[in-house]
């Protein structure tokens, strides 16, 4: 067993259920790389503040170096008597080069130290993920373009309301992943704060040059409170509520494609590829990615909250229950990255049924409020514009009629406004088309959106 870094003020050996259950190494192991960059760092800073020799950093950094291919390669045995991730590699870097792996832990605490590795390991993810959100993005200009003359009911209360375009449908979605983008880059720009150098809680009492620190590591700045710096997670709580939103968008997503793929809708079919089967009845073809989709929002959810709940009535500065911020953390980040790489491939691969969505635009009345706009355009009140519409719409139901089929007889019993153009006022593409008020969702101008989303995807740096 491996002696404690803080065994010097106790007598009795820690109760092996106490080790299991203060252990993190199971799931903290992931955080090794950055763990081992922020001690090279500190190693340089050490050699600057005179605490190291040169020879000394070269030989602590050439370690750390080892320690990190010992890990790589599955040959260095992480057990929970190492606690975390930071003793397992202070203790093998000492196993190789002697007491001056000791040194190396001068000036700092693992309270910084940690406060550090999640900001590096959460910044890598954050672009990464913001990458995939891009891809996303991509996917969804595609599957527009491809689509750009597909009509289909728009609903509200999930009943038929107005003809939309599929791409114009698609595209809303395309605006919600692109807030997404924004909300990760702010959470990024606030966490790029560098809290090495914070010690335990109240500073370190070496001469430690944090700006050195800093840019060595790749932050912009430092942190300004010692305090503050170990004692925080908000910037996780802010990437999980990020996180949160975007399932949230996926999720509204994935509802649709379950619906859409139902034999009741039939306005597309998922590829073989991206759905599964019954094991009882052969003819099901299930949208299990779109449904996983949908279930893991609550989980990344629940994690949010979990996070929130840890942080709630926590005294400065440091406490353990700041432990369990990186399970929901880490398990969030393999969720939304997971959910983010599997859709633009299945988004991409799907079948648009065009003709089923056109013969359900005209099924539903969707027309029904450019027939009370035909009247409000000739003068008459849009309210009582409204009701003559309704109506209309009843009576077309009582007669098993649409409003196309209507002769120009029955529209003038509705009112003597109609003329013979109200026929080519309640056209479907008409109606659509009409529609061209900047974000509407007429061809023409969903047409110049999508111009503009692809040149927008095009210029340098764009995300």
Same mark, same amino acid.
């Given at each position: ?46 050699? *600057? ?36 991730? +930071? ?16 040194? #190396? +832990?001068? !000036? ?29 993005? &991509? ?17 509200? +209360? ?24 924004? *909300? ?20 370190? $009492?070496?001469? &430690? ?34 996180? @949160? ?13 379950? #619906?859409?793929? @139902? ?15 019954? @094991? ?22 629940? +994690? ?5 709940? =840890? ?16 399970? $929901? ?15 633009? $491939? ?14 359900? =635009? ?20 849009? *309210? ?5 519409? !309704? ?38 593409? *008409? @109606? ?32």
């Amino acid at each position: 067993m491996k002696k404690k870094a803080w065994s010097g003020r106790f007598k009795e050996k820690t109760d092996k259920l106490v080790e299991e259950m203060n252990a993190s190494i199971g799931f903290d192991k992931r955080l090794f790389r950055h763990d081992i960059l922020g001690s090279i760092a500190h190693a340089q800073v050490l050699v *600057r503040a005179g605490i190291l020799k040169e020879a000394e950093a070269r030989k602590i950094i050439k370690g750390l170096k080892e320690v990190e291919k010992e890990i790589e390669a599955g040959k260095l045995k992480l057990t929970a008597d190492l606690e975390d991730i +930071h003793m397992a590699v202070e203790s093998r870097l000492t196993e190789k080069i002697g007491p001056l792996g000791g040194k #190396l +832990h001068t !000036g700092r605490s693992r309270n910084d130290q940690v406060a550090l590795d999640i900001r590096l390991y959460l910044k890598d993810e954050i672009v990464e993920i913001i990458n995939l959100v891009r891809d996303f993005k &991509l996917a969804l200009v595609d599957v527009s373009e491809a689509n750009l003359d597909c009509i289909m009911p728009g609903y509200t +209360h999930l009943q038929r309301a107005q003809p939309v375009l599929l791409a114009h449908h698609l595209l809303a979605y395309y605006e919600m992943l692109k807030r997404d983008t924004g *909300r990760l880059l702010d959470c990024l720009a606030r966490m790029d704060e560098m809290p090495l150098g914070a010690g335990a809680l109240a500073g370190s $009492p070496y001469q &430690l040059d944090r700006k050195l620190s800093a840019r060595l590591l790749g932050f912009s700045r430092v942190t300004e409170n010692s305090l503050d710096s170990v004692s925080d997670r908000d910037f996780a709580v802010e990437f999980l509520s990020a996180a @949160s939103i975007i399932m949230m968008h996926l999720s509204r997503l994935s509802e649709e494609m379950i #619906l859409w793929s @139902s034999q009741e809708f039939g306005f597309i079919e998922l590829s073989d590829a991206f759905s599964t089967g019954s @094991s009882i009845m052969p003819q099901k073809k299930n949208p299990d990615v779109a449904e996983l989709s949908r279930g893991k929002t609550g989980r990344v959810y629940g +994690h949010l909250v979990s996070l929130l709940t =840890t942080m709630k009535s926590l005294p400065l500065a440091y406490n353990k229950d700041m432990q369990e911020d990186k399970e $929901p953390l880490f398990d969030t980040i393999d969720t939304l990255k997971v959910v983010l790489k599997v859709y633009p $491939p299945m988004l991409r691969t799907m079948k648009v049924n065009t003709d089923k969505m056109l013969r359900a =635009t005209g099924a539903g009345f969707l027309n029904a409020t450019d027939a009370a706009d035909y009247l409000a355009r000739r003068g008459m009140p849009f *309210r009582e514009a409204h009701e003559v519409a !309704g109506r209309a719409v009843a009576y077309c139901i009582k007669k098993d009629k649409t409003l196309e089929d209507l002769d120009m007889g029955e529209w003038k019993a509705l009112s003597p406004l109609f003329r013979e153009d109200i026929r080519g006022a309640v056209s479907i593409v *008409r @109606s659509l088309n009409t529609r061209k008020v900047y974000g509407g969702t007429a061809r023409e101008t969903v047409k110049k959106r999508l111009v503009a989303v692809k040149k927008e995807m095009k210029k340098k740096g764009s995300l």
